[in-house]
C-alpha cells in the first residue's frame, strides 16, 4: 500500500490533467520533496515500466535500463533507441523514468524524438531541471506549506511530523506545550517531506528540544549522522559509498562485522529511515541520502568499502574457471560483483585479483545465459587496463564468446584476436591460443562456416600441449560431423569427448556430446533412443544447474516427445544463439496446433533475427518453418522463394540432411502446382539420405511425393548436391514478373500484412489481434522491415505501401 500523499491534493489534480493531455510529463522539484511518490499515485491506475534512474550517467545506460524494464531490447544490428521506440508504440504502458538527471544525460531530443516516431509512447520524468522540449509538459512540486508563528498548527507538515514520530517509537507530543519546538523545526525542514522525516526522526530519539535545526537534507544527514554511535555510523557512511542495493552478505564483508550485527546495524538505519529495504530483501539508499553519506565517508572507508567487496568476490566466486552453476548465490548480488570487479581493474595494484574474479565468475554467467551481464563486466574489466599475459587471454576469449552471443556470431572475432596478442606474452601461448582456436571454431560452427569450424577444431587440438582442450574442440567436432550427415565420425567423436564426465571439470561437453548423439539417433530413425537421450541429458543439466546445454537438450525433446513438459523460461532473456532454437520450435508448436499464420509471423522473425545475427543454421531452421507454414497458408510463392533461398544456404554450408529436407518442401510445392518435377525433387532428397541412413521427420514428413527412381544427374554430385543444383532447381519454378519491382518486395508475407496495416493507421495492439499474433510479434515484424526497407517511423512506411498501391 502507498503513502499518503499528505497535503498534495492540487498537486496531484495538475499531474493527473497533465498526464490525460500529455504524453510526457516532467515531474520537476528539489529532492526530497516526494515527486516520486506522486507519480506512483498517479500511475496507480495504469500499466507503468519503471526505470530507477538515479544512478545512470549516460544516455545508452538509460536506453538500456528503460529495455530491461520493458522486457525488451536491440536485435543484432538494431539501434538502442529505435528498439525502445518500437517497444513502447502501441503498447497501454506507462514508462517511467525516476531520478533522471536530463543534463547528465542528455535524454531530451531523443524522448522528444521517441515521442515524434510513435503514436501511443507516454512518459514520465522526475528531475530536478526540466529537458525544454517541445513535446515536455512540466509539473513541479514544491515543499509542503509550514505552518507560520500566527497560524494554526496544523496541515500536512505536522501530520507527516507526529505520524513518523509515531512509527520511530517517539512520546507523544503535546502541540499545546511544545509548539515552539514543533514550529522551530518544521520551519528549519523548509516543507521538505524527506527532512521532515529525519528530523521526526531525531525528535522521537532525542526529543523535541534536543533535535538539532535543519536547514538542508545534508544538515539532516549530518545531524542524524551525529546521533548513531560509531558503528552504525559507519555503517551509514560505508553503505553510502555503493551505488547499488546490496544483500546482507555484501553488506558484513564491507563492514567487516557479522551477519547477525550488521542486521542489526542495518535494522537501525532502516528503523532512523536511513536505509531502505528492497522487494529482494537488499539494503539502498534514497539517491539524496546516499550522496551526503558518501561525502561524510573518509579515505580510510572508501578502502575499507573497495577491500571488503574485493574479499566477498573472492570468496563467493567459484574456485575454478571452468566451474560455476546457474544457481550459485552470488548472482543474487550481482551489482557488487561487477563494483568489485571493475574497482580491482581499475587500480594497478589489484588489477590481477579483479581479472581473476572476472575470469572465474565467466562459467556461472554463461551457463545461466546471462551474456549481456558477462559482456558488460569483462569488456570493462579490459578497458581498465591489461591484465596478467594468460589471463587477459582469457578474459578476452571469454568477452569475444559473451559479445558474439549478444551482438552476433562474428562481433567477438575481434576480442578473439585481442586474446591471441595476449596469449604471446603468456607463459604457455600454444595452451592459450588452442583455446582461442576451439572458440572460434564454435563461432563458424554457429555461423554455418562448416569447413572453417572444422579446420579451427583441429588447429585446437594440433596446439593443445597438454590435452586439455581437446575434449572441447572434439565435441565441436562431433557438432560439424553431425550437421554434415558425417554420423560414424560424429558418434565417434562425441564418444571420445565424453569420458571427463567422471570428473567436475566442463561437464557440459559431456551432456553436449551426449545431445548430439541424440541428434543422430533422431536422423537415423531411431526416435525412441532420441528421446531416451534427451531425456536424460534435460534431468542431468537440472541437477547440476547447467541451464544453458539442459535448456538446448529440452529443445530437442519438445519437438519429439509430445507428452513431455517443457520448462517456463523467459524468451526475451536468452541470448540469442539459445533463443532462436527456442523460438524455431515454439513456432513448429504453434504449426502443430494448426496456427499456421502465427507460425508463418514468428518463423519470419527468427529468420531475420538469424540472418542479422549470423546464426546460420538457426536461419536453415527458420525457412524450413516459414516454409512449411506458407504452404498451408496456401502462399506457395512465397514459399517457393523461401525454400530456395533455404537450399541455397544449406549447399553453401554443407548441411545435406536440411538440403533433403528442403527438397521434400518443394517437391510438395511442385506437386500442388502440378508440375513434372516434384518426382525428381523428391528424389534427389532421398539420394542425399540414403548414404547417410537417415530418415524423414518432422517437416519431410508431412510432404508425401513418391520419388521417381533416380535424381537428375546435374544435380547431385557424389552424396552431396552439385555447385550448379540451386540454379537448375530454381529454374523449374521461374515465373515471368507480373508486375514491376518495388521495395516491398522484399519483405516476407508476415511483413507485408503488418505494412498494409500500418498504411491503414492501426496500432500495434490492433494489428496483432487481426492477425492473432502478440503485439511483441508485430513490433518484431517492424523491426525487421524498417532495417529491409532503411526506415525509422510508420509515417514513411504507411506512404511506400501507398506508393506501391497506386502504381498497380
Not at 273 to 295: C, K, N, Q, T, Y
Not at 645 to 657: F, G, I, S
Not at 681 to 710: C, Q
Request: proline share 5%; with cysteine; aromatic share 4%.
Amino acid at each position: 500500500m502507498l503513502s499518503p500523499c499528505l497535503g498534495r491534493a492540487e498537486v496531484q489534480r495538475v499531474l493527473g490533467q497533465a498526464m490525460d493531455e500529455s504524453r510526457w510529463v516532467t515531474v520537476v522539484g528539489p529532492p526530497g520533496s516526494g515527486k516520486t511518490l506522486l507519480v506512483r499515485h498517479a500511475a496507480v491506475a495504469s500499466p507503468a515500466s519503471w526505470v530507477d534512474a538515479r544512478n545512470l550517467h549516460s544516455l545508452d545506460d538509460v536506453l538500456v535500463a528503460a529495455l530491461e524494464s520493458l522486457e525488451s531490447e536491440t536485435a543484432p544490428g538494431d539501434s538502442l533507441s529505435g528498439a525502445l521506440g518500437r517497444a513502447v508504440d502501441g503498447r497501454e504502458c506507462l514508462l517511467v523514468l525516476d531520478g533522471l538527471d536530463l543534463d547528465v544525460t542528455r535524454a531530451g531530443p531523443m524522448l522528444q524524438s521517441m515521442l515524434e516516431s510513435t503514436t501511443d509512447a507516454r512518459v514520465v520524468v522526475t528531475a530536478r531541471t526540466t529537458a525544454g522540449q517541445p513535446l515536455e509538459s512540466v509539473v513541479r512540486v514544491g515543499p509542503l506549506p509550514v505552518p507560520t508563528n500566527r497560524s494554526p498548527l496544523e496541515g500536512p507538515a505536522v501530520e507527516l511530523f507526529l505520524r513518523r514520530i509515531r512509527s520511530a517509537g517517539g512520546q507523544a507530543v503535546d502541540l499545546t506545550t511544545q509548539s515552539h519546538e514543533v514550529r522551530r523545526l518544521l520551519r528549519a525542514t523548509g516543507g521538505l517531506p524527506l527532512l521532515i522525516e529525519q528530523v521526526a526522526v531525531q525528535s522521537a530519539l532525542v526529543g523535541l528540544s534536543n533535535a538539532m535545526s535543519t536547514v538542508s537534507l545534508d544538515q539532516a544527514v549530518d545531524s542524524a549522522h551525529a546521533l548513531l554511535d560509531e558503528a552504525s555510523a559507519t555503517a551509514l557512511r560505508r553503505i553510502g559509498v555503493l551505488d547499488f542495493p546490496a544483500g546482507l552478505g555484501v553488506l558484513a564483508r564491507v563492514l567487516d562485522e557479522s551477519v547477525p550485527t550488521t542486521a542489526e546495524l542495518a535494522g537501525d538505519l532502516v528503523r532512523r529511515s536511513l536505509l531502505e529495504v528492497d522487494a529482494r530483501g537488499r539494503f539502498d539508499m534514497l539517491s539524496p541520502i546516499r550522496g551526503r553519506a558518501r561525502a561524510l565517508a573518509s579515505p580510510v572507508d572508501v578502502a575499507a568499502v573497495e577491500a571488503g567487496l574485493l574479499g566477498w568476490a573472492q570468496d563467493n566466486a567459484p574456485e575454478h574457471d571452468n566451474y560455476g552453476a546457474a544457481d550459485a548465490e552470488w548472482l543474487h548480488d550481482l551489482p557488487a560483483m561487477r563494483h568489485a570487479v571493475l574497482t580491482a581493474c581499475a587500480n594497478p595494484d589489484t588489477r590481477a585479483d579483479g581479472y581473476s574474479v572476472a575470469n572465474r565468475i565467466f562459467s556461472s554467467l554463461y551457463t545461466s545465459m546471462r551474456a549481456r551481464e558477462a559482456l558488460e563486466i569483462l569488456e570493462a574489466a579490459i578497458a581498465s587496463g591489461d591484465g596478467p599475459p594468460w589471463m587477459g587471454a582469457q578474459v578476452a576469449r571469454r568477452a569475444g564468446i559473451a559479445a558474439s552471443e549478444m551482438r552476433g556470431t562474428y562481433e567477438g572475432m575481434w576480442l578473439l584476436d585481442r586474446s591471441d596478442e595476449h596469449a604471446s606474452s603468456a607463459p604457455r601461448p600454444e595452451e592459450q591460443l588452442s583455446k582461442t582456436a576451439s572458440i572460434r571454431a564454435e563461432m563458424h560452427l554457429d555461423a554455418g562456416e562448416m569447413q572453417r569450424a572444422e579446420a579451427e577444431a583441429r588447429r585446437a587440438i594440433d596446439l593443445d600441449p597438454d590435452g586439455s582442450i581437446r575434449r572441447q574442440a572434439t565435441r565441436t567436432l562431433a557438432d560439424v560431423y553431425a550437421s554434415q550427415g558425417r554420423f560414424a565420425e560424429a558418434a565417434q567423436a562425441a564418444s571420445d569427448a565424453m569420458p571427463g564426465r567422471i570428473t567436475r571439470d566442463e561437464r557440459w561437453i559431456d551432456l553436449s556430446a551426449r545431445t548430439v548423439l541424440a541428434r543422430i539417433a533422431l536422423e537415423q530413425g531411431r526416435t525412441a533412443e532420441a528421446v531416451a537421450g534427451a531425456r536424460a541429458v534435460v534431468l542431468e543439466a537440472r541437477e547440476l544447474a547447467e541451464d544453458r546445454v539442459g535448456l538446448l537438450a529440452e529443445t530437442l525433446l519438445r519437438g519429439i516427445d509430445p507428452t513431455w513438459t517443457p520448462t517456463e523460461v523467459v524468451r526475451e532473456t536468452l541470448p540469442w544463439a539459445v533463443r532462436l532454437p527456442v523460438l524455431a520450435q515454439d513456432g513448429r508448436d504453434l504449426l502443430a496446433r494448426g496456427e499456421a499464420r502465427q507460425a508463418a509471423g514468428l518463423a519470419a522473425d527468427v529468420v531475420a533475427l538469424a540472418d542479422s545475427a549470423r546464426l546460420g543454421r538457426d536461419g536453415v531452421e527458420a525457412r524450413l518453418l516459414l516454409g512449411r507454414a506458407l504452404v498451408q497458408l496456401g502462399d506457395l510463392d512465397q514459399a517457393t522463394t523461401t525454400y530456395l533461398t533455404a537450399l541455397e544456404h544449406c549447399r553453401t554450408m554443407h548441411l545435406p540432411l536440411r538440403a533433403a529436407d528442403v527438397l521434400d518442401g518443394l517437391a510438395g510445392v511442385a506437386h500442388a502446382r502440378e508440375l513434372p518435377e516434384a518426382r525428381a525433387l523428391a528424389a534427389a532428397a532421398f539420394a542425399l539420405r540414403t548414404p547417410r541412413m537417415a530418415v524423414r521427420w518432422g517437416y519431410s514428413a508431412d510432404y508425401d511425393v513418391l520419388p521417381a527412381g533416380r535424381a537428375p544427374e546435374d544435380w547431385i554430385e557424389g552424396d552431396d548436391l552439385s555447385a550448379q543444383s540451386v540454379g537448375l532447381i530454381t529454374a523449374v519454378f521461374n515465373r515471368p514478373a507480373s508486375a514491376p519491382p518495388s521495395a516491398l518486395d522484399a519483405l516476407t508475407a508476415a511483413e507485408r500484412l503488418v505494412a498494409q496495416r500500418v498504411a491503414q493507421g492501426l496500432t500495434s495492439r490492433r494489428i496483432a489481434e487481426e492477425l492473432f499474433v502478440s503485439p511483441r510479434t508485430v513490433d518484431a515484424h517492424l523491426t525487421h522491415i524498417y532495417r529491409k526497407l532503411d526506415i525509422n517511423t510508420r509515417a514513411r512506411l504507411a506512404a511506400l505501401v501507398m506508393e506501391q498501391t497506386f502504381s498497380q
